[in-house]
């Protein structure tokens, strides 16, 4: 079984919304661990964009304040990234990520341990 699985990537146009999927099965209990979202565009590093812990407390980029929302279901072992207000700037693939910890990994890329293989995201003006 995989251990994170991302599913929800497509085109939309500015403004527009989208939902990511991440789906967690490391083999603990899913709302034991912290979960990230990340993304990477060519060229650049992978930069993180909103994190939950096994609280419920979530964490976010400042370019996607206000716009993107993370949130869980320990019960369905998912996570979840609602994209709205999107501008082509968000374009990239977007990363599922799993942290053995259950609080303080924040959007540090060192302290993430599973990854999923990548979702696209394509925002058009």
């Known amino acids: 079984q995989v251990p994170v699985a991302e599913s929800g990537g497509g085109s939309a146009q500015a403004g527009g919304s989208l939902r990511l999927s991440c789906v967690v099965s490391t083999g603990y209990p899913s709302g034991s661990h912290a979960v990230a979202w990340f993304r990477q565009v060519p060229g650049k590093e992978r930069e993180g964009v909103a994190s939950i812990n096994s609280n419920f407390e979530p964490d976010y980029a400042n370019s996607v304040k206000g716009r993107f929302t993370i949130s869980r279901d320990n019960a369905k072992n998912s996570v979840f990234l609602e994209m709205n207000s999107l501008k082509p700037d968000d374009t990239a693939v977007y990363y599922c990520?799993?942290?053995?910890?259950?609080?303080?990994?924040?959007?540090?890329?060192?302290?993430?341990?599973?990854w999923g293989q990548g979702t696209q995201v394509t925002v058009s003006s």
């Open positions: 990520a799993v942290s053995r910890r259950s609080r303080g990994a924040g959007l540090a890329t060192r302290r993430y341990d599973w």
